[in-house]
C-alpha cells in the first residue's frame, strides 16, 4: 500500500539553529502534502498545504519565514525550522493522498519529533 | 478556531466491552474520517464517511454520520487491549481536497 515516510524520526537541536523534516511518498506521486504539528496530548493543527512547483500555503497564524516549505518534486516536501526556538518543540507530521479529489485515502507519514534545546 | 469537538476526552473500559466516540463540527464537509494515533506515533486511517452516507461499518468498526448535527460517532464493538490509542475525526472541508480539520480527540484505555 501507499506509504509516507518522515525523515528524520526526532531531532534535537540547539535553539537559533534550522532543522529540516522530510516528507516523501514513496510509492505514490503527491501534488499537495500537508504539514500538522501536535503538542503533546492535543490534537492536530494544519500549518500549511505543500504545493509540488510553487509556494505554500500557510494557515492562519502560521508564520511562512519561520517554516520554510519547499516541494521540490512530486515525491518530497521538506519543512525546515529556522532559527528554533524551545516552543518549537512538537510532533510534525505531514500527510499525502493519492489523486486530487476529495475521499481518496490521506496517507500519514510516522511523523517527527523535534526538542529545541 | 475550525477544531471539531470530540468527547470524552478519555474513556477507560474493560476488554469485551464497546466503546463510543463522539465527534461535532462547525462546518460543511465532504466527508468525516476517523483516525487512530498510538502514543507518540503516526496516524492510521480507520475510516472514510462521505457526506452523504449516514452509516458504515468496517469490521468492529461502526461510524454514523448526521449532517443535520454536524456530529459523527465512532463504535467500537467487543473492544481488545491492542485498540489503547488515541481516537481523532477529521473533517474534509470543502475548501480544499485532503485538507483535514482535526477534532480533540479521545483517549481510549482498555484494559485487560
Known amino acids: 500500500g501507499a506509504v509516507v515516510s518522515q525523515h528524520p524520526s526526532w531531532v534535537i537541536c540547539k535553539s537559533g539553529t534550522s532543522v529540516k523534516i522530510e516528507c516523501r511518498s514513496l510509492d505514490f506521486q503527491a501534488t499537495t502534502m500537508f504539514w500538522y504539528r501536535q503538542f503533546p496530548k492535543q490534537s492536530l493543527m494544519l500549518m500549511a498545504t505543500s504545493n509540488e512547483g510553487s509556494k505554500a500555503t500557510y494557515e492562519q497564524g502560521v508564520e511562512k519565514d519561520k517554516f520554510l516549505i519547499n516541494h521540490a518534486s512530486l515525491t518530497l516536501s521538506t519543512l525546515t525550522v529556522t532559527s528554533a526556538h524551545p516552543e518549537d518543540s512538537s510532533f510534525y507530521i505531514c500527510?499525502?493522498?493519492?489523486?486530487?479529489?476529495?475521499?481518496?485515502?490521506?496517507?500519514f507519514g510516522e511523523g517527527s519529533w523535534l526538542t529545541v534545546v | 478556531s475550525q477544531q471539531g469537538e470530540e468527547d470524552p476526552q478519555a474513556l477507560s473500559i474493560q476488554e469485551g466491552e464497546n466503546a463510543t466516540m463522539n465527534c461535532s463540527y462547525k462546518?460543511?464537509?465532504?466527508?468525516l474520517q476517523w483516525y487512530r494515533q498510538n502514543s507518540g506515533r503516526g496516524l492510521v486511517h480507520l475510516i472514510l464517511?462521505?457526506?452523504?452516507?449516514r452509516e458504515k461499518h468496517s469490521g468492529r468498526l461502526r461510524v454514523t454520520l448526521d449532517t443535520s448535527k454536524k456530529s459523527s460517532s465512532l463504535l467500537i464493538t467487543a473492544s481488545r487491549a491492542a485498540d489503547t490509542a488515541s481516537y481523532f475525526c477529521a473533517t474534509e472541508q470543502n475548501t480544499g481536497f485532503q485538507k483535514l480539520v482535526f477534532g480533540t480527540g479521545t483517549r481510549l484505555l482498555v484494559s485487560p
Open positions: 464517511i462521505r457526506s452523504n452516507e
Open positions: 462546518t460543511s464537509i465532504n466527508n
Open positions: 500527510s499525502a493522498g493519492i489523486g486530487a479529489s476529495s475521499g481518496n485515502t490521506i496517507y
